[in-house]
């Protein structure tokens, strides 16, 4: 280890607190198999774990999900990480968080709140989100967001459901105070993967997307800031993923596996490594999940001589694995990829597709259909 | 061109945005939602004096006194940087 230079400190950590949610979102990037109530990491350890962030470099924690509002020690989490000095951002559905609580998060020095929106119409966000009501109840909790002083991103995953009104989206975060709006295209992981073909946009609605934010940006400059998050099935290259595996960002489960990505499960054979029996400096910098694809050694052609392969970086794993069976291959979405032909034929299957919504939902099932933020609230 | 910021404007960096020393890389950085910029020096002295009471005029006074350079050339870094962070709604005017 002394040879290789100093290995450059996280910056951001994405604390996935339970995968409790009161939405059932189809395009969801959690993973298929999510993790119980009981398996999730007590209040002690995930303030011991952003302890640990800080003093190893990481500037931003992000509060995640599922719903991470579904934890009652939400504003204890918050107060903890705040007095670590870490920049605190609540990513949330805005379900079960009234203006009481939110004052809590507040007050205990939460600095920037997300919220995801699905539709900017209440049926179809409702029809989106899986369940009734929802939409308003988000409409009400961006005002609380506003009253508390707080700033506002609005997060709008867009698909074949909601990409005719990516417009009304960016003015309806615009008149609801948001600061930011994410216009981000789904990717396909997870959830989203297995509901690909009811998701993925034709090219041409792609592409004037793509024309609808640019003419909005300038419209809308110094009242809104767009980020756009492009769906790379319709790019040439990759995306970086992650901007490189283990480069500057991990994420934590809600039993404490430490993952460089979100998806990163999927891929056999990682050995991953727990907060719960090992310091996060340590995990960061040896743990075999991170190092296994950190840097360009592990690339096979066509990435391993690529001139752009410390520029996307081969892509993402994760894709590479869930398309071609090997998480060593080009990620199939590159022109340059064996593989292409995958994505193009995804494409043309979704176009002939009227496959229905495939929920996010515990899964198996079990006989009582508990509501996971009643069951919170029963704890 | 956009127009001169006004010298009596009183900026302050909005809320859910702060300047902070960077231990692990050294240096300072500006966090933001879902952001992290890297403001060097010159950034660094401008928005340490972006308190939300003094005027653009009187932070340009400072900062021409404190490095005795030309006052036209730091007000014109000075309106830069501030009309960047406020397009990305970061900087309140």
Redesign the interface.
């Known amino acids: 280890m002394s040879l290789l230079p100093p290995l450059?400190?996280p910056?951001?950590l994405l604390a996935e607190l339970t995968h409790r949610c009161p939405l059932a979102c189809p395009y969801c990037s959690n993973p298929l198999d999510l993790e119980r109530r009981s398996g999730e990491l007590d209040t002690a350890t995930w303030l011991r774990l952003f302890e640990e962030a800080a003093a190893?470099?990481v500037?931003?924690l992000h509060l995640s999900g599922g719903e991470p509002a579904a934890r009652s020690d939400l504003a204890a989490l918050v107060r903890g990480a705040s007095r670590a000095?870490l920049?605190t951002?609540l990513i949330t559905s805005g379900i079960g968080l009234d203006a009481a609580r939110l004052g809590a998060l507040a007050e205990a020095g939460l600095?920037?709140v997300?919220l995801s929106v699905q539709h900017v119409r209440a049926a179809e966000a409702d029809r989106i989100a899986g369940l009734s009501g929802a939409h308003a109840k988000k409409r009400v909790f961006a005002g609380e967001v506003g009253r508390a002083?707080?700033?506002l991103?609005i997060n709008a995953v867009i698909h074949r459901a909601n990409i005719d009104v990516v417009e009304e989206f960016v003015r309806e975060a615009a008149a609801l105070g948001a600061?930011?709006i994410?216009v981000a295209h789904s990717q396909y992981y997870g959830w989203a993967l297995k509901n690909r073909a009811a998701l993925l946009p034709s090219a041409e609605q792609v592409a004037e997307t793509r024309a609808t934010v640019e003419r909005l940006r300038v419209e809308l400059?110094?009242t809104?800031?767009i980020?756009y998050v492009a769906p790379d099935y319709f790019g040439r290259f990759p995306k970086p993923c992650m901007n490189g595996w283990g480069r500057q960002s991990l994420n934590v489960t809600p039993s404490g596996r430490v993952l460089p990505c979100h998806a990163a499960e999927t891929i056999p054979g990682l050995g991953f490594w727990s907060v719960r029996e090992r310091p996060l400096r340590e995990i960061w910098q040896e743990s075999p999940a991170f190092n296994a694809f950190r840097g360009t050694g592990w690339m096979r052609e066509p990435c391993a001589s690529c001139p752009r392969r410390e520029v996307d970086f081969g892509g993402c794993r994760c894709q590479a694995l869930a398309l071609t069976g090997d998480p060593r291959n080009a990620d199939p979405v590159c022109m340059h990829s064996p593989a292409r032909a995958l994505i193009t034929a995804a494409l043309e299957e979704a176009r002939r597709s009227h496959e229905q919504f495939a929920y996010r939902r515990y899964v198996p099932a079990t006989t009582k259909a508990a509501n996971p933020l009643t069951a919170a609230a029963e704890g | 061109m956009t127009a001169a910021l006004s010298e009596t404007a009183k900026p302050r960096l909005a809320r859910g945005v702060r300047l902070q020393q960077d231990k692990a890389r050294g240096g300072y950085v500006l966090l933001a939602p879902e952001r992290v910029l890297e403001a060097n020096g010159t950034a660094v002295a401008v928005i340490e004096l972006c308190d939300g009471e003094r005027t653009l005029a009187e932070i340009v006074d400072i900062l021409a006194s404190r490095f005795a350079v030309d006052r036209e050339r730091v007000a014109s870094e000075v309106e830069t940087l501030l009309r960047d962070l406020a397009t990305k709604r970061m900087v309140e005017l």
């Open positions: 450059p400190a910056l951001g190893l470099g500037l931003q000095g920049y951002n600095e920037h997300q002083g707080l700033p991103t600061r930011r994410e400059q110094g809104i800031v980020d």
